[in-house]
């Protein structure tokens, strides 16, 4: 019976150590978490981190030491390992605060919670430009998004040609993520388009006998033609009231836009001899599409209609950026004479 009860002794002891090591263990594992989880960024700035599609572990790494945004490289990569986001890496766009505890971070990094970037879409000229602006600012290519822009097929899904899609891009700063698709962004600019032509805009266009494509098509000659908004609705005026009478446009904005050079100062004859469909003086009505993405401004100053007699102006000699304008030609004539003079007398020539 003694021998027995040593036995039993002994076995209670070993299990009691056993559990006692198992607890220390247990606890040290606790804290060991708990210290691991208290580790922060060590980056002293906000940083913004771009994670491009496909990355792996590796690279996102060094993304971070790049930053230096990584202090203890071993509490880093073993809390990286705890959350498994060696095999969770997301593509985009974060902006890590300053010491940030790391495993708020890589909870942020794992779920892919990335950050909106602000897209500025501004007084583009061209898809060419647009296209580059944008390639720059987003992760998506530009030469593929312009491929896409000149596909007649896509831009109809949109209801555009070519040669209109431009007029789906709004002038505005939206927020989007950087590794946004370029089709995501067509359909986000469709969305903001719809919204911008909202029913009373929709109205204006129907009582002008224009459509919204057409509309931002002659905003866009009216916002090549001045920055004072307080005299757009008077340019739009003359360029309607030649619309109605069937007068050729001639806008001085299409002639740079066919010839490519919008620094020209002065158009001569050879710029009014193009063959270009951009050519007002030489093809009636609008020019096939917008040659510019036009403000607000200029576009709601040909929704105004503005009811005027004028059918000419020009810009006035003062160089005031202010336009003189005229109902005859006679008026216009004299105008622009004084212009020229004015030309002349500063020695510009083109």
């Known amino acids: 019976m003694k021998k027995k009860k040593s036995k039993n002794s ?15 263990l247990l606890l040290a594992a606790i804290v ?27 690279s996102v790494i060094d993304s971070l030491e790049a930053h230096g945004c990584i202090g203890n490289h071993t509490a880093f990569n073993t809390m990286a390992r705890l959350r498994d986001y060696p095999n969770h890496v997301k593509g985009g766009c974060y902006i890590l605060k300053p010491h940030t505890p790391v495993w708020n971070a890589l909870t942020k990094l ?13 007084k583009f000229r061209t898809k060419q430009q647009l296209c580059e602006a944008l390639g720059k600012r987003l992760e998506l290519n530009g030469d593929s998004l312009l491929a896409m822009l000149n596909d007649d097929t896509l831009c109809g899904s949109y209801g555009h040609t070519p040669q209109t899609i431009i007029a789906m891009f709004p002038r505005n700063t939206y927020e989007v993520y950087w590794n946004t698709s370029p089709r995501k962004l067509l359909d986000r600019m469709a969305k903001e388009s719809d919204r911008f032509w909202n029913s009373s805009r929709q109205a204006k266009c129907k009582a002008l006998k224009l459509t919204p494509d057409e509309v931002v098509t002659l905003a866009s000659i009216v916002d090549e033609e001045t920055n004072k908004n307080d005299e757009k609705p008077l340019i739009a005026s003359v360029y309607l009231n030649r619309l109605r009478k069937g007068m050729l446009l001639q806008a001085d904005p299409t002639l740079k836009y066919a010839a490519g050079d919008f620094t020209l100062r002065r158009l001569l004859n050879i710029h009014m001899e193009s063959s270009s469909p951009y050519n007002t003086y030489r093809f009636p009505g609008l020019p096939p599409g917008p040659i510019c993405i036009p403000g607000t401004a200029s576009i709601d100053a040909v929704l105004e209609n503005r009811q005027t007699e004028y059918l000419y102006f020009c810009a006035k000699a003062d160089f005031s950026g202010y336009h003189a304008f005229a109902s005859t030609l006679t008026q216009h004539n004299a105008n622009a004479a004084a212009f020229h003079a004015e030309l002349n007398r500063r020695k510009i020539y083109k």
């Open 10 to 24: 002994k076995s209670k002891r070993t299990n009691f150590i056993v559990a006692l090591i198992a607890l220390c």
């Open 32 to 58: 060991g978490l708990m210290l691991l989880r208290s580790q922060k960024m060590a980056n002293d700035d906000s940083v913004t981190l771009y994670i491009p599609t496909g990355s792996d572990y590796e």
């Open 110 to 122: 794992y779920c892919g919670n990335q950050d909106a970037i602000r897209l500025t879409i501004g």
